[in-house]
Every structure is written in C-alpha cells, then in structure tokens.
C-alpha cells in the first residue's frame, strides 16, 4: 500500500569562492560572464532567501553544504608539492585556470549532485543515491567524492537509505545526475515513472549526436543507475535529448523540461522524438493522466528559453494547483514573460507563477531548479534522516549569519591564489559542519 510521501528539496549553499571562470563550454552564460567579479556573499544570501521563502510555504527544504575550494587534494595529486602556500602560489603563477577549476564553487548546483530514487519505485524499497561522476567537465569531476559523503551524513540509515558509489568517471558512462532525470507519478508515495533524459549513445558512433557542444550524459549511465537502483523496467523511460537543443546550449534536460507529479512541463526542441517519449510515459503511468505542458518555438523561441531558463523553474505542488518557480531573467525577456501570463490564465496545471532572485548563479548557467536535489521521502524517511540541515527560522538565521561573517562581497580570478582565502573558507567550513550537525566531511578534516 502508498505510503504518504512529500519532496523535499536539497539547496546547495553557495560555497565562499563562487566566482566566473567560465569553465563550462557548452553553457552559454558560463562563457559569456567570464572573469567577471563575483559577489559570494550575495550569491549565498540569495541561495538562503530561496530557501526560506520555501520553507516558509511549508515545503520541506534542506541545505547541502559547499565544499572546500581551492582544493588542494587537487592540486597535489597533480603534481603541485610544498606548503599549501606554496601549493597556490606555484598554481596561481603557472597553472592559473587550473587553479580556478579547483576553486569552483559549482557544488552549489546540487540538480548535478546525484541521481535519487524514492522507496516507492526500488525493489528493495529504500531510497537509492549515486553520486553524478560529472566527467564532462574537470571542475565538477572533483565533486562527487565529498558529495558522497554529505548525502551519508545525512542520510545514515541503512534500513532506509542506499548509497552507491559514482558510476567510473569516463566519458562513456558520462552522468550528470538529477539534472537528467524527473520523476512523473500519480502521488509521491505511489510508484511513480522515472524520466531518463540522455545525450548520447556512447557505444554507438552511428546514434545521433550534438554537432558543436558536449552531450554530458549517456545512455549507458542512465542504464547503469537504473539497474544500480532496481528500478523495474515498467517504471523507467529512457529519452534522448534533442541533439540540436544541446547546441543552442541545453547542456542538461532541466535546461528545457521541467516535471512534477503528473505533469511534464516541456519545450517541443526538448526530445528527439517526442511522441515516443510522451506515449511511453502515458503507458507506464499509473494512477493519473499525464499533463503534457509543451511550449512551442512560436511561443518561446529556444534562444530565449535558455537566456531566461524558464524551464530551469522548480513546479511544485500548491493547494489548488502547481506554483513555477521561475528565475527574475523570466520577467526581464518579452516573449517569456507573456508566455508565463497566458499559461496561468490557461485553466491548465500551473496556477501561479513566482519569480526568485538567483542572478549571481544565473550568470554561471544555474538556475532555481539547477540550486535542488529532489529527494522524495515517506514520513518516517524523513523522520529517519538527519534533520540539522532542514531548514527553519533558526538556521536561516545561523547561515545568514555564518556568510555575513565569513564571505566576501567581491572576488576576481587573482584572488584565488591567496593563502587567505583558503584559510576562510576552511574556518567557515569548519564551523559550517557544525551548525548542520554533519561531522567530518571535508578532506582538511579528515
Ligand atoms: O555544470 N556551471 C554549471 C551550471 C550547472 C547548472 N546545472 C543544471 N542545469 N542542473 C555547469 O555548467 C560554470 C562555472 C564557471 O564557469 O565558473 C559551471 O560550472
């Protein structure tokens, strides 16, 4: 029988080195804002408004917290040797964008953290986590160790819980956790129909692919994490992305597509083949008629799509409906902001729209939904796991104190090789675990 379930979402907190080094070819914001200065300190202040703002509207959120960047783990086992100091300033001097890799604050993307899937659709009947390995990009393939870890600080129990490692880190098995994936079903507790969104076939040369940018997820890892997941066949969809949306800058599904409960908030570039997509949902479904939202080129042409990420909006269940979550970029692009007016007057799912400010992760390609890891948990999942990083009144206000205290207002790429600001960001982190109650996570803990 159902149990009752509810979604909460996991923000990244910004992390104290969030800056533009423009290190993601493929994301056309990343590329456009580099070596612009950025604000860490508003960027985590803004990642905390969200999540209060939700909290406040009674849907369970939770923070995931930053990691500790420049990482210097990094840059040793690259060959850089001495003191940390050293560490840096060798970095810093010859290697500079290899530096900025390492000091990346992009874990605040947490939609690429891991891939989850709720008891309700596993054979064991746990919630399953892996990991995304994020290989398409070197900043991000230092992240899933770390990110491992915080999800089993948070989620500890074994009765409830199961972690698998990241599928290997090459570009076959390429994942990018749950940027790609959305699950559609009739209630939260009920099983439900995961959406597999992929870029490429990887052992296939002859399978269509994207001309100009990367396709970042397989087909391959999509399978692998739903074999790892015990997913049964009957509930899982796997979808190949428009390889032409991946060159007008859909570098993840969740760029274009959005879903929650029973409806699929899409644009038609989304899908190579969207009928088949649509039928095989329709007919694993169950419980509920899917609400298929397709927003057409003529609506909203692509390129404006993804200069205003629309579909990078969080679609969440309110009382008499479905609230978007929309980024403050909707409003500010004409075609957008009229398409969002039209739909709530549609008489269709989506019956309000609320525009959230996230301009400092905008400009590196991340979005409201990029900022949450969707986890789905029965009562007593949530009643199981760690409950230091949910949010409320009290912790808003410890975080929002803690980046007052330990952020700075300004940062450009010169900054990074500053002894300084390693020692910050380890003193903030330090205190971080203790406020979220997590234990030793980070490596200078270890
Ligand atoms: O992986 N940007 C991230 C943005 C991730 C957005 N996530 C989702 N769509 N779910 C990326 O491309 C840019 C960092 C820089 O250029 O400084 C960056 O990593």
Redesign the pocket.
Same mark, same amino acid.
């Given at each position: 029988m159902a149990r009752h379930a509810v979604e909460a979402n996991f923000d990244g907190l910004v992390g104290p080195t969030h800056?533009? %080094?423009?290190?993601?070819w493929?994301?056309v %914001?990343?590329?456009s804002?580099?070596h612009a200065v950025s604000n860490p300190k508003e960027a985590a202040l803004q990642g905390l408004a969200k999540m209060k703002r939700l909290a406040d509207r009674g849907y369970v959120q939770g923070v995931l917290p930053p990691h500790e960047r420049p990482h210097l783990p990094t840059l040793r086992a690259l060959g850089f040797a001495g003191a940390d100091a050293e560490v840096l300033e060798a970095a810093a001097s010859r290697h500079p964008s290899l530096l900025?890799a390492v000091s990346?604050a992009?874990t605040m993307?947490t %939609?690429?953290a891991a891939t989850v899937s709720p008891s309700a659709d596993t054979a064991d009947h746990r919630v399953h986590f892996t990991p995304a390995n994020?290989g398409a990009?070197f900043?991000?393939s230092i992240e899933h160790p770390v990110t491992g870890r915080a999800l089993k600080a948070i989620f500890t129990d074994e009765a409830y819980f199961a972690h698998h490692p990241a599928l290997p880190s090459v570009s076959q098995f390429g994942d990018?956790g749950?940027?790609n994936h959305t699950r559609l079903c009739s209630g939260y507790g009920e099983p439900g129909v995961e959406l597999f969104v992929y870029g490429q076939v990887a052992f296939n040369e002859q399978a269509p692919a994207p001309k100009l940018y990367p396709a970042r997820q397989t087909l391959e890892a999509s399978q692998a994490i739903a074999r790892l997941h015990g997913l049964s066949k009957d509930h899982v969809v796997f979808a190949q992305q428009n390889p032409e949306a991946i060159d007008a800058g859909v570098?993840?599904n969740?760029?274009i597509a959005v879903g929650n409960s029973n409806a699929l908030f899409y644009h038609e570039m989304a899908f190579l083949d969207e009928d088949k997509v649509l039928g095989d949902i329709r007919s694993r479904l169950k419980g509920a008629e899917l609400e298929a939202i397709r927003v057409t080129s003529e609506d909203v042409p692509l390129e404006d799509a993804v200069a205003s990420y629309l579909f990078?909006s969080q679609l969440l269940n309110t009382p008499d409906g479905m609230m978007l979550a929309v980024p403050g970029e909707c409003r500010e692009i004409e075609t957008v902001s009229r398409y969002l007016d039209d739909l709530v007057r549609s008489g269709g799912p989506i019956t309000s729209v609320e525009v959230f400010d996230v301009k400092q992760s905008m400009r590196? $390609? $991340? $979005?409201p %939904?990029?900022l949450r890891l969707r986890v789905v948990l029965s009562d007593e999942e949530l009643s199981a796991m760690h409950r230091g990083v949910i949010m409320d009144d009290a912790l808003y206000e410890r975080l929002t104190t803690w980046v007052e205290a330990h952020y700075r207002d300004e940062l450009v790429q010169s900054d990074l090789g500053d002894p300084m600001l390693l020692e910050e960001v380890r003193k903030a982190l330090d205190e971080l675990t203790g406020i979220l109650g997590l234990g030793a996570i980070y490596d200078f803990q270890l």
């Open positions: 800056n533009y %080094a423009g290190l993601s493929g994301n %914001a990343s590329k804002n580099v900025a990346s992009s993307w %939609a690429n994020l990009k900043h991000r990018e749950a940027a570098f993840h969740d760029v990078n590196n $390609g $991340g $979005g %939904a990029c």
